[in-house]
């Protein structure tokens, strides 16, 4: 299983940024895909969920700026993020996670970094 993140950088705040986590391995489109973050010396956080029914879900820090998508014959989950603040400086993972009652599929991307100048 892979997870390969892209498309950090850096940007001047109020800019946009689009990142992409390729998929291989998993059958994506019943996957619950996420886009979590780290800023240095936090926790990590979850940013954005999508579920296989195409539900959203969005922390109060991101809503209405940031939007996931996902496109399952690209196998490939999208973050757009708009209106970036200097406070979304972070590394950001996606995340993969599939569960039943007898199992619990959980794998995770390499980071992207996000560096976002005042």
């Known amino acids: 299983v892979q997870l390969q993140a892209s498309g950090g950088g850096l940007v001047q705040s109020g800019g946009s940024l689009r990142l992409s986590c390729a998929t291989s391995?998993?059958?994506?489109?019943?996957?619950?895909m996420g886009w979590y973050r780290q800023a240095p010396g936090k926790e990590r956080e979850l940013v954005a969920g999508?579920?296989?029914?195409?539900?959203?879900n969005y922390s109060d820090s991101v809503k209405g700026r940031f939007t996931i998508s996902r496109d399952n014959a690209k196998n490939t989950v999208y973050l757009q993020m708009n209106s970036l603040k200097p406070e979304d400086t972070a590394v950001y993972s996606c995340?993969?996670?599939?569960?039943?009652?007898?199992?619990?599929?959980?794998?995770w991307g390499q980071g992207t970094l996000v560096t976002v100048s005042s």
């Open positions: 391995g998993i059958i994506f489109s019943i996957y619950t």
């Open positions: 999508i579920n296989s029914a195409d539900i959203t």
């Open positions: 995340n993969a996670r599939n569960s039943g009652s007898s199992f619990f599929n959980n794998y």
